[in-house]
Each structure stands twice: as C-alpha cells, then as structure tokens.
C-alpha cells in the first residue's frame, strides 16, 4: 500500500497555507481549502507510483494516510465506453462515457464517500452525516455501515423509492425532510461547526471532495495520458467539476499528461445558478428552485463553490450550458437506445448538454469528448409501461418473432 504525499491544505483564495488535520475553512479570510501534494514525487515515480485496482489505486494522491482507513466496496475503475454511434447522432468525431454508475452504490458518489468516510476514521469521528437528495445519501451510509460507524442521513421527500430502499436498509438513522436542500443546509451546517458528526455534505470538506479527482487519474491511465479535449461534468454544487478539474491539472503539473481538458459544466435549466452566471458575465446569483427530474442537480445555490466552479470555468476556457427537463429524459432514452447505457437524469444531463452546445456549434465537433454519466438508471422511480401481457401457444409465438424480425411490427 502506498504512502499518502498530501503535504498541507492551502486556502483557495488567500493562499494561506495549514499543516494537514480536519479544518473546514481558512481561519483568515474563510475561504475554502484544498489538498495539495508532493507532486515532484508523482512526476519522478510517474504512474508506477499507482498500484492495485480501483479508487485506492490513487492512494498516494488521496489524503488518508493509515491504508487501514481506507475504506473500501470497490469502487472506482469505472470503465471509459468510446460510443460511435451515440457520437455519430451527436455529431462529433469521438465520444467518450465515463460510466460512473458502475461504481457499489450506482453513482459517482461512492468516490468522495471512500474518501470522507475514510478521513472520518482518520480524525477519530465515530457518526457522519450528509444532506441529500438521495444519492450521497445512500453512498454515505453504506461506507459507513462499512467502517463500524454511525450515519445521519437526511433524504428528501421525494426521493426515489429505490434510494428510500437503499437508505432504510444501510443508515443508522434515516430522517426525511421537506422542503428544499438549501434551506435545510444552512441549519445543518452550523452542526457541522460544532462537531455533532463528521462533514460529508459536499460544500467544504476537502477530505470528501478529494475521492472524485480520481475520475481524472482514471481517463488519464485510460486514455494511455492523452486526455479527451473536452470533459463535461454534472455541477449541482461543483464537487465533481472541481475535483476532476483539480486532477487533470496534477496530471499536467506532474507531467503525465501534456494538457488539461477543457472543461464544461452541465446543469439542469431548473438549477442553472451557474450556468446563467456565466452566461451572463455576472456573480452567481441564488435561485429559488423546484423540482428537477435531475435530483442530483437540484441546488439553487451552490454557494462558496458554485463561486469556485465559476472562477474556473472563465480562468481555464471553459464553458457552462444548461438543459430543460424534457431534454434530459430524451436523452436518457437515447442513451439507453443507442448505447445500452441505462443511466439516471441526473447522469445524462451532461450528454444532453453536450448535445445542445453541438447542435449550436459551441464545440469543435472534430474534437474527442468525455461525458461523465455520475449515475445508474436503476435507482431512478418512473411510470411503469404496460404490464399487461400476452398468452402465447408456439404458433402465434413463432408468428410474433418472424413478423418483429421482419420488420412488419407486431402482427397481432
Ligand atoms: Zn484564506
């Protein structure tokens, strides 16, 4: 097992620089923090300093140091499907899926839960708790049911039945709200300031964030270090943008890789804070939101950061877009069509993105592009088709399979 070479956090704004230990925010100007590395030691080893399968591959990049806190269901090593044919009905030369909805909870979320839940062992926390719409929480509260400990999860209402499942059967306690996710938030986070139980809400915890950058070590080594052009990522708060962000430019500092992607951040029209501030040229403005079919989206105000994903998109090229709700399920419905990929809303919303800025000529089609699809579609709730069914006696069986297979349709 390897060492960790995270070395100090480093406040994101006034660069004040702390000794490594759990601390939410810079105690000068309260700006976020992150981790930083000894990458001279990665650019010297290269990638024989990764070792084993999955997240922990990226050990010495990730900032738990005891390989016994380092907790595990085996997630990550997704795989990275090159998809012609979804790429030919987008109109682009190359099209990459980095399909996180293969990881142990069915989202992308399982990275940052190894991380926060390990980093809870790390710093001795016996409880974590998260704030969720449905998918963290269920991620959440099976890592720690992993590592012996006590999890608070909050679920929305109107979570899918298929989460509620998940969260009943794995949580310590399950709790329901009502309401919105950002009026809940801010009461929850003052608990987390006076240290009820460990952070793992996706606003400012550098531990959590950190398991997520792994997406771009991942399509880093899949890619044989020539990274895709384009990255489009899902952003509700940022963490996922942010964190594979961050990798690739550890990759590019390392010299492992020769360029960063440019970035794009997909959100959901009903929850575009983001989106619209970069449109606009303006500061994030919160909004009041309502339902999104992309639950994983629905953030109205992403805060500290949003303010962050904002600040990278316009310093790195990169580019913002948001699609309405209908976009969204057609292309859920494509994806499965075309590729097999049976990913929720909230994991699709970067294909239809990707899929609006190609039909307005926002990106070089001639470019290869990676979308990350953060979930699967088995955990999502929708109406039912028909569950009436046929008897059949082997005639009419073999006159229904000759007539589908010729093309004339169901005969009868
Ligand atoms: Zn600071």
Redesign the pocket.
């Known amino acids: 097992m390897s060492e960790s070479l995270a070395r100090e956090l480093a406040?994101i704004?006034?660069?004040?620089i702390y000794v490594l230990g759990y601390r939410l925010e810079?105690e000068?100007?309260?700006?976020l923090l992150e981790l930083r590395y000894d990458v001279d030691r990665l650019r010297a080893a290269g990638p024989a300093l990764f070792s084993g399968t999955g997240l922990w591959r990226y050990a010495a990049m990730l900032p738990i140091a005891d390989p016994g806190h380092r907790v595990t269901l085996g997630e990550g090593g997704t795989p990275l499907l090159d998809c012609p044919r979804l790429a030919a009905r987008l109109g682009v030369r190359r099209l990459l899926l980095k399909y996180d909805g293969a990881n142990p909870t069915g989202t992308v979320k399982d990275r940052t839960s190894a991380t926060a839940v390990g980093a809870a062992l790390q710093f001795g926390y016996r409880a974590t708790s998260v704030v969720s719409s449905g998918n963290a929480g269920s991620s959440i509260a099976a890592y720690s049911a992993r590592a012996g400990l006590r999890s608070l999860i909050f679920a929305y209402e109107r979570a899918s039945a298929p989460k509620l499942l998940h969260m009943t059967a794995t949580a310590s306690d399950l709790i329901i709200y009502k309401g919105v996710y950002d009026d809940l938030i801010s009461h929850w986070d003052r608990l987390v300031e006076e240290r009820l139980f460990f952070d793992c809400g996706a606003s400012r915890n550098a531990y959590k964030h950190e398991g997520k950058k792994t997406l771009a070590y991942e399509i880093a080594e899949q890619t044989g270090f020539v990274a895709p052009d384009v990255v489009v990522a899902p952003v509700a708060v940022g963490e996922t943008f942010i964190a594979t962000a961050r990798g690739f430019r550890e990759l590019c500092e390392a010299g492992l890789i020769s360029r960063a992607p440019r970035m794009v951040a997909a959100q959901a029209t009903r929850a575009n804070a983001i989106a619209r501030a970069f449109r606009d040229g303006t500061p994030i403005t919160p909004l009041k939101i309502g339902y999104t079919v992309a639950e994983g989206l629905a953030a109205g105000n992403p805060g500290r950061k949003g303010d962050w994903v904002l600040r990278l998109l316009r310093k790195d090229n990169g580019l913002a877009a948001d699609v309405e709700d209908p976009e969204i399920l057609e292309a859920q419905r494509m994806l499965a069509r075309v590729e097999g990929i049976w990913a929720g809303p909230t994991g699709v919303a970067t294909v239809a993105v990707l899929r609006r800025l190609l039909e307005h000529k926002d990106l070089d089609p001639a470019q290869t592009i990676c979308a990350i699809i953060s979930e699967t579609g088995l955990k999502t709730e929708a109406e039912l088709p028909s569950r009436e069914g046929t008897a059949f006696d082997e005639e009419s069986l073999r006159r229904l399979v000759r007539g589908l297979l010729s093309g004339r349709g169901h005969p009868g």
Do not use: P
């Open positions: 406040c704004d006034c660069g004040a810079c000068k100007c309260r700006g």
